[in-house]
T-cell receptor, first 112, second 114 residues
Framework: NAGVTQTPKFQVLKTGQSMTLQCAQDMNHEYMSWYRQDPGMGLRLIHYSVGAGITDQGEVPNGYNVSRSTTEDFPLRLLSAAPSQTSVYFC???????????FGDGTRLSIL | GENVEQHPSTLSVQEGDSAVIKCTYSDSASNYFPWYKQELGKRPQLIID?????GEKKDQRIAVTLNKTAKHFSLHITETQPEDSAVYFC?????????????FGGGTRVLVKP
């Protein structure tokens, strides 16, 4: 099993550009989440999903969209990149809400 | 929503000593409390977790205690080793929250000095 796979690992964008961060898991987990981690800080939840076709907002959803058309994939879209979105983005998945989350290796995103 | 506070923000210990990190949470209905370790430039990895029906859990040199009345839980690392140096995050899942909505603490940077 590959676990949780995130692509790309690094990305530099210009202000106003859009892009999609990819996240895929091969563990048949229903629950998937996106977090951002700013330097020296904890993880803040952006969006999450409890199953295919179901998504909901976390604590910092503005400027991001998600969709969950399959159990395996949970892409995160930046609509119009802003410097404040420079961060490390982690995707995570788990069997259930009170089960251990498995994190991907992260995407380091810089917005100029 | 849930609010999780973590203390201290940094902790320096001598190799072989114990390290204790404390977290408090706000949602009295929270039922799941994981702890993650994150090494520099790496992803967070689960090291131990506890559910609200248990007061204490141990795994070799790591233990977690939960006090539901006081709404706090703690991570204890005994006989610390240099490889324990990392950032540790606590988290809590409120029962009112749907799905996998964990709230993380701000993290504790642990440095184990040889």
């Amino acid at each position: 099993n590959a676990g949780v796979t995130q692509t790309p690992k690094f990305q530099v964008l210009k202000t106003g550009q859009s892009m999609t961060l990819q996240c895929a898991q091969d563990m048949n987990h229903e629950y998937m989440s996106w977090y951002r981690q700013d330097p020296g800080m904890g993880l803040r939840l952006i969006h999450y999903s409890v199953g295919a076709g179901i998504t909901d907002q976390g604590e910092v959803p503005n400027g991001y969209n998600v969709s969950r058309s399959t159990t395996e994939d949970f892409p995160l879209r930046l609509l119009s990149a802003a410097p404040s979105q420079t961060s490390v983005y982690f995707c995570a998945s788990s069997y259930g809400g009170d089960q251990p989350q498995h994190f991907g290796d992260g995407t380091r995103l810089s917005i100029l | 929503g849930e609010n999780v506070e973590q203390h201290p923000s940094t902790l320096s210990v001598q190799e072989g000593d114990s390290a204790v990190i404390k977290c408090t949470y706000s949602d009295s209905a929270s039922n799941y409390f994981p702890w993650y370790k994150q090494e520099l430039g790496k992803r967070p990895q689960l090291i131990i977790d506890i559910r609200s029906n248990v007061g204490e859990k141990k795994d070799q040199r790591i233990a977690v205690t939960l006090n539901k009345t006081a709404k706090h839980f703690s991570l204890h690392i005994t006989e610390t080793q240099p490889e324990d140096s990392a950032v540790y995050f606590c988290a809590a899942r409120g029962l009112k929250a749907a799905g996998n909505k964990l709230t993380f603490g701000g993290g504790t940077r642990v440095l184990v000095k040889p």
